[in-house]
């Protein structure tokens, strides 16, 4: 769980293909607020048949926008980038 959790902090987003709902595929991406906690998500939940490893680059970029336009609206800002 570690490892999965590492990963989907990596990408920005995250991905199951039928483990909620049986031949879906669901992508998800955190909606953060002012205090920079995670207040919900943005998720997209397509069937397994139309979708294809080509779709989610496109998919994940939209979500993660769309994810990130929303936590501004919420009063988010990103820290600062770290120096070093």
């Known amino acids: ?3 999965r ?3 989907i902090r ?3 987003y995250a991905l199951t293909r039928g483990e ?3 031949e879906a595929v669901g992508m998800a991406a955190p909606v953060f607020g002012a205090s920079r906690q995670i207040v919900g998500d943005l998720c997209l939940t397509l069937p397994q048949s139309r979708f294809s490893a080509a779709d989610e680059e496109r998919f994940a ?3 993660t926008q769309r994810a ?3 936590s501004r609206m919420n009063g988010y800002q990103p820290a600062p980038p ?3």
């Open 61 to 63: 970029r939209l979500l």
């Open 1 to 3: 769980m570690a490892d």
């Open 20 to 22: 909620q709902t049986r």
């Open 5 to 7: 959790l590492a990963r």
């Open 82 to 84: 770290a120096r070093g």
């Open 10 to 12: 990596r990408r920005g």
């Open 68 to 70: 990130a336009a929303l």
